[in-house]
């Protein structure tokens, strides 16, 4: 890439857009902040891509041409590069770290620009007055974040706030109060509302109780974006289920991360397409969502049936002890052990307790073996020593199905990954690399060298298709008097690095991102200050 300004400053604003020191140079009048030239454009659409130049003015694109005559008081020559829309990860949980480190470092070098969160049934907010999502987004205003940060309200939080972690049916009167919940979210700009029905207390939700909760969607055409019930032997039924909320709902339908879990479920992904197909025929606005790896990340409890978890962290481990229940508990622990394909498949990422530290990034089954202990007594002994908080990796996905699920044209691309950085507060445990990779991973790996994807069409699944299906209705293409989220890239080299062995490593071939206009990374080094905002479903 070449640039026609002194290298990039690392701050943002009028002051990142430098110009030379030629007198000559200076004493012209700029038409606009920034000039991409030369590169080929993909808009978005999923149409091919075109050499043209890009302009943009404040936070929007200017214009559009090829041969722009305008000039920039910053301009950068793509030639050889492809320029596109800043990618938008529709499922995200990058928000997790921003207020410990507010650049999110692993999303902005993957060439991300906006990030929807309140994923899994969990959100930050949930509609009362006193976690409204006007304040959150207000708040994600003043934090300045690398990325944009649109938000879902999570259904799980909404339960818990009105009935807490308690495994029963809620009260109409408690009904009443989480659907004027919902509405009070959506109101403030929320872009879906999401359930965990693996995660408490969301799994303690019934299918009436989230029918109810997702009819405010309806006439707003917002999805419900479900991590389902079940993703392995009752993956079919989970399926039914979530169909059966949406046409209940009359709302749109997002399944989360969908895959076959465990090598026994891996034929079964023809079924879950053909259940998917059958419900868009009726009449049922059903799409996917999915990462490009074969592992999935999550809690370690979630190893542990969702009745053993009742009540909370602390009788969650009382039972683990109870004479009455310990046996059962192992039984169907050890039975979902099985279908991952044993204790080797698991992988922990972070650990609470401070002696335990030394496990994280280790497979749990080597680790027990080194220290000659039973891998299911070791792992109830990590769980009490960290009151429940580990993180884990979990192997059981198929690469031949991860390539068919991200080929299919409803799919878009997600990471459903945290924030963190190689250096810094967030650099910590040994966290899935989806959370640094996933964007420059399907690029390099599944379009330049498997071939599943071509260029504009993964292009289209990581902006266009994923702004329209959150309605972020001026992101996701690129278009004069659209937001100026712009990512430069070499097709011929973008590549994840990072690996579950070494996590923390960026991606290679991103050469420019530029978050509303101002750029937010350049040839390697980061803006000291990001220009993300909150962005409202419209």
């Not at 949930?126 to 999570?154: E, H, I, W």
């Not at 683990?320 to 059962?328: G, K």
């Not at 902006?463 to 992101?475: E, I």
Request: with cysteine; glycine share 10%; aromatic share 6%.
């Amino acid at each position: 890439m070449r640039t026609s300004r002194r290298s990039f400053l690392g701050t943002t604003g009028s002051a990142l857009l430098a110009v030379a020191c030629n007198p000559a140079v200076v004493s012209r009048r700029a038409d606009h902040d920034l000039v991409i030239r030369n590169g080929t454009l993909f808009d978005g659409t999923g149409a091919d891509g075109r050499e043209l130049d890009l302009a943009i003015t404040g936070d929007r694109i200017a214009a559009i041409a090829p041969r722009l005559a305008g000039r920039g008081r910053e301009e950068i020559d793509a030639r050889g590069l492809a320029v596109a829309p800043g990618f938008i990860d529709i499922h995200s949980h990058g928000d997790g770290s921003l207020e410990q480190d507010p650049r999110d470092e692993s999303v902005i070098r993957q060439g991300v620009t906006t990030i929807v969160v309140g994923a899994d049934g969990s959100s930050r907010a949930t509609g009362t007055v006193d976690k409204s999502f006007a304040d959150y987004f207000a708040s994600m205003d003043q934090l300045r974040p690398g990325p944009n940060v649109a938000c879902m309200v999570g259904l799980g939080s909404v339960r818990g706030a009105v009935i807490g972690d308690k495994d029963r049916p809620a009260t109409v009167d408690e009904l009443t109060r989480m659907t004027a919940m919902v509405e009070r979210a959506l109101a403030d700009g929320a872009c879906g509302a999401s359930s965990g029905l693996e995660y408490t207390p969301g799994a303690f939700a019934s299918r009436d109780e989230l029918i109810a909760l997702c009819r405010p969607l309806s006439r707003r055409r917002l999805p419900y974006a479900t991590h389902m019930r079940n993703e392995d032997d009752r993956l079919l039924d989970a399926i039914d289920e979530s169909i059966a909320v949406a046409r209940g709902a009359g709302s749109p339908l997002q399944i989360s991360h969908l895959k076959t879990q465990g090598p026994r479920n891996w034929p079964r992904l023809g079924d879950a397409f053909r259940r998917i197909d059958a419900a868009r025929a009726a009449g049922v606005d059903v799409t996917f969502d999915r990462y490009p790896y074969l592992a999935y990340s999550t809690g370690l409890t979630n190893l542990f049936p969702v009745w053993s978890r009742d009540g909370g962290t602390d009788a969650f481990l009382a039972r683990l002890d109870d004479a009455a229940e310990a046996a059962r508990i192992r039984q169907e622990t050890l039975a979902k052990i099985d279908l991952i394909g044993g204790w080797d498949n698991v992988q922990l990422s972070a650990v609470r307790a401070v002696e335990d530290r030394d496990a994280e990034g280790k497979r749990l089954g080597a680790q027990a073996k080194a220290l000659g202990v039973d891998p299911y007594d070791y792992t109830v002994a990590l769980l009490k020593r960290s009151r429940g908080s580990i993180g884990m990796a979990g192997f059981a996905m198929s690469e031949e199905n991860l390539e068919r699920i991200l080929a299919h044209p409803l799919c878009t691309i997600c990471s459903d990954g945290g924030g963190f950085a190689i250096d810094g507060p967030t650099r910590r445990g040994s966290p899935h690399p989806r959370g640094i990779g996933t964007f420059p991973r399907v690029l390099g790996r599944y379009v330049r060298e498997r071939k599943v994807l071509t260029l504009p069409d993964a292009i289209a699944k990581m902006t266009s298709r994923s702004a329209a299906r959150v309605h972020l209705a001026d992101r996701g293409r690129l278009a004069p008097g659209l937001a100026a989220d712009v990512v430069v890239f070499d097709p011929a080299r973008i590549a994840d690095v990072a690996t579950f062995e070494q996590p923390f490593q960026y991606p290679v071939g991103i050469s420019v991102v530029v978050v509303n206009g101002a750029i937010a990374l350049r040839d390697g080094h980061r803006a000291a200050v990001g220009t993300g905002r909150a962005v409202r479903a419209v």
